[in-house]
């Protein structure tokens, strides 16, 4: 199975941005859906983004027109890119297959919004 690391988060005042990172151990070329999920202290893991091998992007109504989602199947990299951050984003985020069947967890990145 592939496993996915993620990186890039911190902690960045409201209105800011960060740009995640997750990267896979293998090729993620075959995989036809990856997304971008996010679980907040006692709330269930919600899934933020996602995007097909051909570029299709859905978003969480949420983030629309804040949130980018990106892959480099040939760099086996996956982005998100998050701009105008509002204290509701605080999370861990994590990024995975879409749907999730059978296929571990990463340790995810903790992104905290806050002043």
């Known amino acids: 199975q592939v496993q996915f690391v993620e990186s890039g988060g911190g902690l960045v005042q409201p209105g800011g941005s960060l740009r995640l990172s997750c990267a896979a151990s293998?090729?993620?070329?075959?995989?036809?859906?990856m997304g971008w999920y996010r679980q907040a202290p006692g709330k269930q893991r919600e899934l933020v983004a996602r995007?097909?091998?051909?570029?299709?992007?859905v978003y969480l109504d949420s983030v629309k027109g804040r949130f980018t989602i990106s892959r480099n199947n040939a760099q086996r990299t996956m982005y998100l890119q998050m701009n105008s951050l509002k204290p509701e984003d605080t999370a861990v985020y994590y990024c995975?297959?879409?749907?999730?069947?059978?296929?571990?967890w990463g340790q995810g990145t903790q992104v905290t919004v806050s002043s």
């Open positions: 293998g090729s993620i070329a075959s995989i036809y859906t």
């Open positions: 995007i097909t091998s051909g570029g299709i992007t």
């Open positions: 995975n297959k879409y749907p999730v069947v059978g296929q571990p």
